[in-house]
């Protein structure tokens, strides 16, 4: 794993941000024509949806490490390392289909790809052990960054998203005796305890999603 690294290029989006307010102005441009399911304080919407964008990209290294120093204490990170591979390769060696963005705003649609890995993989291990694999719940997060990154460009990574999975796991990787023994791991109080220690993903991102009027 090499989470220093991803930290090094969010700060140094930061630092971009910090010079050409990139994201800023995006935003900004958005605000009119978000989806009415998405709620911001009528007060400072704008500053609230930068911060929801920073909270949302600075979380992918913690969940990152959090999910790693989990699987070594609960003795699983031969199942959890592949997936956070991954993760890590969309900020390090981004997909193609990103190739020339820099910015906050490029590290948005990254960001998007890794928490999206996350509740794709959780959603297949709740079907064959009916719990997640990394216990954060990111849906209403990922579904308010869809909506700022464009049905468009989201439906392109959702499809990158779909052949990483593809490509990691299927079926037949949970039709092993091993998975037997790693769904008592999964489930065993060790595993709940350490997660405990760990802040929910999505908690004070600063923004809602309900009922669109």
């Known amino acids: 794993m090499n989470i220093a690294a991803v930290r090094e290029q969010i700060e140094h989006a930061h630092q ?48 990152l490490e959090a999910a790693h120093s989990v699987a070594l204490e609960a003795g699983i990170e031969s199942q959890i390392k592949p997936v956070l591979k991954i993760a890590e390769a969309y900020f390090l060696q981004p997909p193609s289909v990103m190739a020339g963005q820099i910015g906050l705003d490029s590290l948005l649609d990254e960001a998007y790809l890794a928490h999206r890995l996350v509740e794709e993989v959780n959603d297949l291990y709740i079907r064959h052990f ?60 060790q595993t709940g305890e350490a997660w405990k220690r760990w802040p929910c993903l999505s908690r004070q991102l600063g923004v809602e999603l309900g009922q669109s009027a």
């Open 16 to 63: 971009h941000e910090g010079r050409t307010g990139q994201l800023k102005a995006r935003l900004e441009q958005q605000l009119p024509h978000l989806h009415p399911s998405i709620h911001l304080p009528k007060q400072d919407a704008q500053g609230t949806l930068t911060r929801f964008v920073s909270a949302y990209i600075n979380e992918v290294p913690e969940l």
């Open 130 to 189: 009916q719990q997640p694999l990394i216990p954060v719940d990111t849906t209403v997060a990922n579904l308010i960054a869809h909506q700022l990154i464009g049905e468009t460009f989201a439906n392109q990574l959702d499809e990158v998203v779909h052949h990483s999975v593809d490509e990691m796991l299927d079926d037949e990787s949970f039709a092993v005796e091993s998975v037997e023994i790693y769904r008592d791991k999964l489930s065993s109080p």
